[in-house]
């Protein structure tokens, strides 16, 4: 399967652990996205990369967030000390700029975060 | 904060007839991109209009878009059971950032 990947698909957790989700993109896309979506909502900005690059941070993304993408391939997304209100859908989705300004974006299945 | 406001925010149909939706959206875009999502699953991507172009087709889908009025529209037609999910528009900056608006939930009952 060549499209996008996230691990875990579902992730419980009491409040106040860190977790840590992992997307790999589509192998030629050097951009990666990060949204989390709630329950009835449309899927809200909260970084990207473009290639190992963190190039803008949503203010959604607060201090306990932290999202890498060492050498341009993978990326993970860290959340510490989790609160009820990070309960949420976390959507990765890879792009690619080669040849084109018009950025369709591939999107994974998700990681459902539930923090108890 | 959403970028954009789908309407409705939910349309119940029969299989065989036509469902549209509506999307507003509030700033200057460099393009408006059409997301399908299934129950609790990801985003498939289903059509992308570029901001010079007013309208598109992609099988039984049609969107147009009009920039005067920062609105655009997607139209299914001949709706199936299968096209039961949840419809997001997305609007593009000149980055590549996606925001989307909240979505219609489309039912299509046999």
């Known amino acids: 399967d060549t499209g996008v990947s996230q691990n875990p698909r579902h992730k419980i957790t009491k409040r106040g652990q860190n977790v840590t989700f992992r997307c790999d993109p589509i192998?030629?896309?050097?951009?990666l996205y990060w949204y989390r979506q709630t329950l009835g909502q449309g899927p809200e900005f909260l970084t990207y990369?473009?290639?190992?690059?963190?190039?803008?941070k949503s203010r959604l993304l607060s201090d306990r967030f932290s999202a890498e993408r060492p050498k341009g391939s993978f990326s993970t997304l860290e959340i510490q000390r989790t609160e009820q209100g990070d309960s949420a859908m976390y959507l990765c989705?890879?792009?690619?700029?080669?040849?084109?300004?018009?950025?369709?974006?591939?999107f994974g299945p998700g990681t459902r975060l539930t923090v108890t | 904060s959403q970028q954009g406001e789908e309407d409705p925010q939910a349309l119940s149909i029969q299989e065989g007839e036509n469902a549209t939706m509506n999307c507003s959206y509030k700033t200057s875009i460099n393009n408006l991109q059409w997301y399908r999502q299934n129950s609790g699953r990801g985003l498939v991507h289903l059509i992308l209009?570029?901001?010079?172009?007013r309208e598109k087709h992609s099988g039984r889908l049609r969107v147009t878009l009009d920039t005067s009025k920062k609105s655009s529209s997607l139209l299914i037609t001949a709706s199936r059971a299968a096209d039961t999910a949840s419809y997001f528009c997305a609007t593009t900056d000149s980055w590549g950032k996606l925001q989307f608006g909240a979505g219609t939930q489309v039912v299509v009952t046999p």
């Open positions: 989705a890879s792009s690619s700029t080669a040849g084109t300004v018009y950025h369709e974006q591939y």
């Open positions: 192998s030629e896309h050097n951009r």
């Open positions: 209009i570029r901001s010079n172009e």
């Open positions: 990369f473009q290639n190992e690059a963190q190039l803008e």
